[in-house]
């Protein structure tokens, strides 16, 4: 049974920087490619970030693209998202999600089969 678990989230000022950090435990990390959503209150949950499982290639939104990093460290079973000159839209509370096969990445949500429990991010303006 996948596990995932996210810390790392809190409140910012914007401008201000944080990283996030999911650890999987359960099966072998390097099985699974790893993506990051959000959902702000009121609004559906949207894709922020993926990486495939080598860490060679990744995928963001628009929105952040330029801001954020994904990042992951097998050895270490954890994947990171860096999170730089946020803005009061980025508040939400952050999902990461694991997904089979290893080789592909994606931005939808049903695409990935085992999901955190979510961490708060919260930027004041």
């Known amino acids: 049974q996948v596990q995932l678990v996210e810390s790392g989230g809190g409140l910012v000022q914007a401008g201000g920087s944080l990283r996030l950090s999911c650890a999987l435990s359960?099966?072998?990390?390097?099985?699974?490619?790893m993506g990051w959503f959000r959902q702000a209150p009121g609004k559906e949950r949207e894709f922020v970030a993926a990486?495939?499982?080598?860490?060679?290639?990744?995928y963001y939104a628009d929105v952040v693209k330029g801001r954020f990093t994904i990042s992951r460290d097998n050895a270490k079973n954890t994947v990171y998202l860096q999170m730089n000159s946020l803005k009061p839209e980025d508040t939400a509370v952050y999902y990461c999600?694991?997904?089979?096969?290893?080789?592909?990445?994606?931005?939808?949500?049903?695409?990935?089969?085992?999901w955190g429990q979510g961490t708060q991010v919260a930027v004041s303006s």
């Open positions: 999600a694991a997904r089979l096969p290893r080789l592909l990445i994606g931005s939808a949500a049903d695409e990935y089969r085992y």
């Open positions: 359960g099966r072998t990390f390097g099985d699974y490619s």
């Open positions: 990486i495939s499982w080598s860490g060679f290639s990744t």
